[in-house]
């Protein structure tokens, strides 16, 4: 594994590399087994992987969360080190400072019409211009046959897809799986800002999705929602919680998993899917499943 904190100095070394396949992990750091799937996986796909490692502040529309947003490099670095150590692929891991990524302002603004006008979308205003101005400059930078994608920011991936429909790049988008925990809690960077009691119910939130996937089978689009809504928002009244722990769900949409457009009926698209946001303790956690 080689360290770069420069874009001179990766391109330097990616440039001894041509003729082999160089696959992408962009990511944020905090890295956890989410992560470490999708490293693993392009691995096998290629023989040079680069990881990045950069917290990028133009997708943070909220202050607060960027500034507790989770820095671990050095850990990030054993974490990626003890994975690899075994495999003969060229490990490069890109660390660049903020100024090294963005040296001038930033006028860049992406648009993804409908696919972003749902669920994350108005929520977080320029959230999907900010990750599509950061993934850009990683493919521009590192140039890669193949880029990895985890499927829990599910709507990223399909802004991540139009984005290569708009500039043409000839990148293979790579989606992989949800890594959850064994209780069933999605793994992700922020899980670690949940007290030890949010920690404690937070794998409710699969369990009530993976009940309402079983409610498909027999309630309407609608009423499976509004159940999901009200299972989530009403837990703490059936299960009281210290300190007011509750579970405040933002949004729960039903969705067809190509276009993102939220469906009226079960039959209404080939693949379903059901994505959540839900604060818990000061965090905000997404989700997703699949209906079919
Ligand atoms: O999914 C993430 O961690 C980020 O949005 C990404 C793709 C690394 C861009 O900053």
Request: aromatic share 8%; hydrophobic share 45%; net charge negative.
């Amino acid at each position: 594994m080689q360290v770069f904190n420069t874009v001179a100095s990766l391109q330097e070394a990616l440039a001894q590399q041509q003729g082999h396949s160089v696959g992408l992990v962009p990511t944020m750091g905090a890295l956890h087994e989410g992560h470490l799937s999708l490293i693993m996986r392009a691995i096998e796909d290629n023989p040079v992987v680069v990881v990045s490692i950069f917290v990028n502040p133009i997708q943070f529309n909220n202050k607060e969360d960027l500034a507790k947003y989770p820095r671990t490099l050095e850990t990030d670095l054993q974490v990626i080190g003890r994975a690899t150590a075994a495999s003969s692929c060229q490990i490069f891991v890109f660390a660049p400072s903020v100024e090294e990524m963005y040296p001038r302002p930033v006028d860049e603004v992406y648009h993804f019409g409908p696919v972003e006008e749902v669920m994350e979308g108005p929520r977080r205003p320029g959230h999907f211009s900010g990750v599509a101005v950061v993934v850009r400059r990683l493919f521009d930078i590192v140039k890669p046959q193949r880029a990895y994608f985890g499927e829990k920011d599910f709507q990223q991936i399909a802004i991540i897809r139009s984005l290569l429909q708009q500039i043409q790049y000839p990148i293979e988008l790579v989606a992989c799986p949800i890594v959850r925990a064994d209780d069933g809690l999605a793994l992700s960077s922020r899980n670690v800002r949940l007290s030890p009691a949010a920690r404690a119910i937070a794998p409710t939130i699969y369990a009530t999705l993976s009940q309402a996937v079983e409610m498909s089978r027999y309630e309407s689009v609608e009423e499976v929602i509004e159940w999901t809504l009200s299972t989530l928002s009403s837990f703490h009244e059936v299960n009281p919680q210290p300190d007011g722990l509750r579970f405040e769900p933002e949004y729960f949409e039903i969705v067809d998993d190509a276009t993102l457009q939220p469906i009226l009926s079960w039959d209404e698209a080939e693949g379903i899917v059901g994505c959540i946001a839900v604060w818990l303790d000061g965090v905000r956690l997404i989700d997703m499943v699949r209906f079919k």
